[in-house]
């Protein structure tokens, strides 16, 4: 089993950053993939950034690219995302994720595991 806890949401205006932080426990952090998804109101939950077990292969929405990153450091079982420059848009409950085979996806239906959610609003 892992359990996956999100912190660092809040509300910030528009052009602000934060930085969001997912810690792990359980099993396999370090050979499992690590995404962070989003879902606004009355929206699907969308991919936002994936990291691979390596750290090696990172990808990221068009909507995203350039503004955020996603990093994680194994050694505290801890994967983050630095977003920059939010727009209105970005608003929505943020998830982290975690994949036991260790190869990034879009499909939000193929990941294993998932935390409880982080609240990210971004006003004008």
């Known amino acids: 089993q892992v359990a996956l806890v999100e912190s660092g949401g809040g509300l910030v205006q528009a052009g602000g950053s934060l930085r969001l932080s997912c810690a792990a426990s359980g099993q396999r952090f370090s050979d499992s993939a690590l995404g962070w998804f989003r879902q606004a109101q009355g929206k699907e939950r969308e991919f936002v950034a994936g990291i691979s077990w390596s750290g090696r292969a990172i990808i990221y929405a068009d909507s995203v690219k350039g503004r955020f990153t996603i990093s994680r450091d194994n050694a505290k079982n801890t994967v983050y995302l630095q977003m920059n420059t939010l727009k209105p848009e970005d608003t929505a409950v943020y998830y982290c994720?975690?994949?036991?085979?260790?190869?990034?996806?879009?499909?939000?239906?193929?990941?294993?595991?998932w935390g409880q959610g982080t609240q990210v609003s971004v006003s004008l």
């Open positions: 994720a975690s994949r036991l085979n260790g190869v990034i996806v879009r499909n939000a239906n193929s990941w294993d595991y």
